[in-house]
């Protein structure tokens, strides 16, 4: 985990009561902008060999891009919403995701 430097994301790391590695979080900081939310992905993707695939990149780019995100509180509130990227490596249950959280007020 010190070895981790890709600017605008944080490493976080979880043991489990055996004080094994239990899960990797990375996640970004908060981005206002969705234009940055994929460029942000892509830097994360280019820094880190291996980690995010051209597929799940390329699923997430399309969801998030082409309508995919259809909740209609979201629709027409674009300037008001927070995302953030993040990647789990959830070791004990070899399980990887990817994900962009979205944050928007509803009035």
């Not at 489990?16 to 460029?39: F, T």
């Not at 892509?42 to 995100?69: D, P, Q």
């Not at 789990?88 to 995701?97: E, G, I, P, R, S």
Request: net charge positive; proline share 1%; aromatic share 10%.
């Amino acid at each position: 985990t010190t070895e981790f430097k890709v600017p605008k994301f944080k490493l976080y790391s979880y043991y489990n009561d055996s004080k094994e590695l239990a899960r990797i979080e990375i996640r970004s900081q908060k981005i206002s902008k969705c234009q940055d939310v994929i460029s942000s992905m892509e830097r994360l993707r280019n820094s880190i060999e291996g980690l995010i695939s051209y597929s799940v990149l390329s699923t997430l780019k399309y969801k998030f891009t082409s309508g995919g995100v259809t909740d209609n509180t979201l629709q027409g509130r674009g300037e008001e919403r927070v995302h953030w990227v993040a990647v789990v490596a959830d070791l004990q249950n070899k399980n990887f995701t990817c994900y962009i959280e979205i944050l928007t007020h509803i009035a």
